[in-house]
């Protein structure tokens, strides 16, 4: 008998007992769906984290002043200054494991255009903090060394900033935006950003040259960084050499003994994204041990009732014996009516985990990711269990013997 | 004489029951010529029943030999035994054994799913059959749909559906009516005479009366064996009511 043919004789025999095909495989449907839809909006959650991790840049490392200490009570980080322009000039110049290294000083400020202002951070900073970013400008250009050399007044603003002081989609390249009532000639526009995994706005931003921060914004120290050094690093496992080496090189330059503290702090924002693709791992393997444990009561559904029908039929077994079905046609029926039992079963699974992802997504305004692979692996995981769970009672109905089911009642 | 079509030569058949064995037949021989019409009666318990098994290559002989058109039986495989079962024999049973919830054209084709023929050409010999059989206007019928009778005309249908050499029929009248029961056995005869061996296992001499032979079994062996002139039976296909 051809393998159409198996098919479509499968198909009557399960249309036979609609309600019991139906309730036989939803086992495998509730399995499927839920791995279908948990797997939907676990990636669409690691794919938006992952998305703003990447945003922050994912070689970069935060260098913070260390934290001051009087009468027992110890400051917050960054309290007590102790990186130096010379630590930074060292940084960028001695360590092979940094490609780049930017000082950022912030103030909070309130900036004006012509027709309305904002309060918005202004940062102090250098070209290099973009490449660290790994942050294009949309519009205009970067202001370059030689404005931070010359402590020139020039500003590169980000895409809030432009919307809340020239309208959406404005370009504001050569006019002046006042900081502190100090005009400053935007330059260029940065590209849009986005969010910080918790819920900062990067593009809520003013980026001037250090040099003129220093000058006409907040004064700070002279010597010391009042602010922090932000460090990108190269190759692989770049961030944990470059870690290793900026730790190294200052408490080399702060001539720390081996048993002092450090008097600075490095951040490494990548190990929050590995926790968290961490996190992501441990529900991935739980979510497929749901899957396995519920494959596996659907298929011994699956099995026992495919058991329950050989039994049933015997005497069509019978019938088909004796008018030229051979043992082979025989099982490969009831393999076929488990097989398509699952699925069927399978498919209807992935359907329904699709719109509850979906569902969910737009309810609670999750983002759902439908990943082809995930589909394929759940369909053919249930074709899997059909076969497997449908294998023994396809076996014991072509073992029969062709006289004793003809005369089975 | 003609190369006999069935030929056993002292088949014995024992069932092992734990320490008990059953000798269904004790040895027997036989010729069967093409187009014989052949009544197996016996008491139950006689051996009838195991012959129709051997005869339609249900089952294989203990000992002893069972020629079919030449071929000797237990050498084959179980695949080369439904192959025959499909393509040369034709099985009609006491309780009809139809699919249920299945429309008589479909019963009819079910042997042909397994010898692969064509869509279409199944249908249509499937329809032919059934037309053969009387029932060319009950094609889409179920059989909880039909009479005793029609349904035991589909059974029949189904077993003439491949063209078989040897129609064999286990008790066919046992669950119908004495008028009916004749209805089948002219359609019996009607096959015959195109040249299909018909054999009929039954305890009602009634029935074997319309056979042209008689072989009567006891204790599993054959007790006689006699050719007489067959009793007529009479068609009234068509004047059955309608269920």
């Given at each position: 008998m051809s393998w159409l043919m198996t098919l479509r004789v499968a198909l009557r025999a399960l249309g036979r007992n609609?309600?019991?095909?139906?309730?036989?495989?939803?086992g495998v449907v509730i399995g499927v769906a839920a791995v279908i839809a948990m797997v939907a909006i676990g990636d669409g959650a690691k794919a938006r984290v992952e998305q703003t991790f990447a945003s922050i840049g994912s070689n970069m490392l935060i260098v913070l002043n260390g934290s001051s200490q009087g009468g027992g009570a110890m400051g917050g980080a960054g309290s007590l200054p102790s990186l130096t322009w010379d630590d930074l000039r060292a940084i960028q110049t001695e360590l092979s494991a940094v490609r780049e290294a930017a000082p950022v000083l912030r103030a909070g400020s309130q900036v004006m255009s012509e027709d309305s202002n904002w309060n918005t951070s202004i940062q102090g900073t250098t070209p290099d903090f973009l490449r660290v970013r790994s942050w294009p400008v949309a519009l205009g250009a970067e202001f370059t060394q030689t404005d931070v050399d010359g402590g020139m007044k020039v500003a590169m603003v980000g895409q809030t900033v432009v919307d809340k002081l020239y309208g959406p989609n404005a370009n504001p390249v050569g006019q002046?935006?006042?900081?502190?009532?100090?005009?400053?000639?935007?330059?260029?526009v940065l590209a849009k950003k986005g969010q910080s995994p918790f819920g900062q706005d990067f593009d809520d931003v003013v980026l001037v040259p250090v040099s003129t921060f220093q000058q006409k914004i907040s004064g700070g120290l002279k010597n010391f960084i009042a602010g922090q050094i932000v460090v990108s690093s190269r190759?692989?496992?770049?961030?944990?050499?470059?870690?290793?080496?900026?730790?190294?090189?200052?408490?080399?330059?702060?001539?720390?003994?081996?048993?002092?503290?450090?008097?600075?702090?490095?951040?490494?924002?990548?190990?929050?994204?590995?926790a968290q693709q961490e996190g992501t791992r441990t529900l991935t393997t739980l979510l497929m041990v749901i899957a396995a444990v519920s494959l596996l009561v659907g298929g011994i559904g699956i099995m026992n009732i495919m058991l329950v029908s050989v039994t049933e039929r015997t005497?069509?077994?019978?019938?088909?014996?004796?008018?030229?079905?051979?043992?082979?046609?025989?099982?490969?029926?009831?393999?076929?009516?488990?097989?398509?039992?699952?699925?069927?079963?399978?498919?209807?699974?992935?359907?329904?985990?699709?719109?509850?992802?979906?569902?969910?997504?737009?309810?609670?305004?999750?983002?759902?990711?439908?990943?082809?692979?995930?589909?394929l692996i759940a369909v053919g995981f249930s074709g899997l269990v059909g076969v497997g769970f449908g294998f023994?009672?396809?076996?014991?109905?072509?073992?029969?013997?062709?006289?004793?089911?003809?005369?089975?009642? | 004489m003609a190369e006999p079509l069935v030929r056993l030569e002292a088949?014995?058949?024992?069932?092992?029951?734990?320490?008990?064995?059953?000798?269904?037949?004790?040895?027997?021989?036989?010729?069967?010529?093409p187009g014989d019409f052949t009544a197996i009666m016996g008491a139950s318990g006689s051996g009838k029943s195991t012959m129709m098994n051997l005869l339609g290559c249900l089952d294989r002989p203990t000992?002893?030999?069972?020629?079919?058109?030449?071929?000797?039986?237990?050498?084959?495989?179980?695949?080369?035994?439904?192959?025959l079962r499909n393509q040369t024999l034709g099985f009609v049973f006491q309780n009809f054994n139809l699919l249920s919830r299945t429309s008589a054209l479909e019963n009819v084709e079910l042997p042909l799913l397994y010898s692969n023929v064509p869509a279409a050409e199944r249908r249509a010999r499937a329809r032919e059959s059934l037309e053969r059989v009387g029932l060319g206007d009950r094609l889409?019928?179920?059989?909880?749909?039909?009479?005793?009778?029609?349904?035991?005309?589909?059974?029949?249908?189904?077993?003439?559906?491949?063209?078989?050499?040897?129609?064999?029929?286990?008790?066919?009248?046992?669950?119908?009516?004495?008028?009916?029961?004749?209805?089948?056995?002219?359609?019996?005869?009607?096959?015959?005479?195109?040249?299909?061996?018909?054999?009929?296992?039954?305890?009602?001499?009634?029935?074997?009366?319309?056979?042209?032979r008689v072989i009567t079994m006891r204790d599993g062996l054959v007790r006689s064996d006699v050719r007489q002139a067959p009793r007529a039976a009479t068609a009234q296909a068509g004047q059955e009511g309608h269920p």
């Amino acid at each position: 008998m051809s393998w159409l043919m198996t098919l479509r004789v499968a198909l009557r025999a399960l249309g036979r007992n609609k309600l019991r095909s139906f309730l036989t495989g939803l086992g495998v449907v509730i399995g499927v769906a839920a791995v279908i839809a948990m797997v939907a909006i676990g990636d669409g959650a690691k794919a938006r984290v992952e998305q703003t991790f990447a945003s922050i840049g994912s070689n970069m490392l935060i260098v913070l002043n260390g934290s001051s200490q009087g009468g027992g009570a110890m400051g917050g980080a960054g309290s007590l200054p102790s990186l130096t322009w010379d630590d930074l000039r060292a940084i960028q110049t001695e360590l092979s494991a940094v490609r780049e290294a930017a000082p950022v000083l912030r103030a909070g400020s309130q900036v004006m255009s012509e027709d309305s202002n904002w309060n918005t951070s202004i940062q102090g900073t250098t070209p290099d903090f973009l490449r660290v970013r790994s942050w294009p400008v949309a519009l205009g250009a970067e202001f370059t060394q030689t404005d931070v050399d010359g402590g020139m007044k020039v500003a590169m603003v980000g895409q809030t900033v432009v919307d809340k002081l020239y309208g959406p989609n404005a370009n504001p390249v050569g006019q002046v935006v006042r900081v502190k009532n100090i005009p400053f000639v935007i330059v260029g526009v940065l590209a849009k950003k986005g969010q910080s995994p918790f819920g900062q706005d990067f593009d809520d931003v003013v980026l001037v040259p250090v040099s003129t921060f220093q000058q006409k914004i907040s004064g700070g120290l002279k010597n010391f960084i009042a602010g922090q050094i932000v460090v990108s690093s190269r190759g692989e496992d770049g961030n944990a050499r470059a870690q290793q080496q900026v730790r190294g090189l200052l408490r080399d330059r702060h001539r720390l003994s081996l048993d002092a503290d450090d008097d600075f702090q490095i951040r490494n924002p990548s190990e929050i994204a590995s926790a968290q693709q961490e996190g992501t791992r441990t529900l991935t393997t739980l979510l497929m041990v749901i899957a396995a444990v519920s494959l596996l009561v659907g298929g011994i559904g699956i099995m026992n009732i495919m058991l329950v029908s050989v039994t049933e039929r015997t005497r069509e077994i019978g019938v088909r014996m004796a008018v030229g079905a051979r043992a082979r046609d025989i099982q490969l029926q009831f393999l076929v009516e488990a097989l398509a039992l699952s699925v069927s079963g399978g498919l209807i699974g992935v359907a329904t985990g699709l719109g509850i992802a979906g569902w969910l997504a737009s309810a609670f305004g999750w983002s759902m990711l439908i990943r082809p692979d995930v589909i394929l692996i759940a369909v053919g995981f249930s074709g899997l269990v059909g076969v497997g769970f449908g294998f023994y009672p396809a076996l014991k109905a072509s073992r029969l013997d062709p006289i004793t089911a003809l005369r089975f009642e | 004489m003609a190369e006999p079509l069935v030929r056993l030569e002292a088949v014995t058949k024992i069932y092992r029951m734990g320490d008990v064995e059953l000798r269904a037949l004790a040895g027997v021989s036989l010729d069967l010529q093409p187009g014989d019409f052949t009544a197996i009666m016996g008491a139950s318990g006689s051996g009838k029943s195991t012959m129709m098994n051997l005869l339609g290559c249900l089952d294989r002989p203990t000992a002893g030999r069972y020629l079919l058109g030449g071929q000797d039986i237990s050498s084959l495989s179980n695949d080369e035994l439904a192959r025959l079962r499909n393509q040369t024999l034709g099985f009609v049973f006491q309780n009809f054994n139809l699919l249920s919830r299945t429309s008589a054209l479909e019963n009819v084709e079910l042997p042909l799913l397994y010898s692969n023929v064509p869509a279409a050409e199944r249908r249509a010999r499937a329809r032919e059959s059934l037309e053969r059989v009387g029932l060319g206007d009950r094609l889409d019928h179920h059989p909880n749909q039909m009479s005793g009778g029609q349904q035991q005309r589909v059974a029949i249908a189904r077993a003439l559906v491949n063209r078989p050499r040897i129609l064999l029929a286990d008790e066919p009248t046992g669950n119908l009516d004495s008028r009916t029961s004749e209805d089948v056995m002219a359609l019996f005869q009607a096959l015959g005479q195109t040249g299909i061996t018909v054999i009929i296992v039954t305890h009602e001499p009634d029935i074997a009366a319309y056979a042209a032979r008689v072989i009567t079994m006891r204790d599993g062996l054959v007790r006689s064996d006699v050719r007489q002139a067959p009793r007529a039976a009479t068609a009234q296909a068509g004047q059955e009511g309608h269920p």
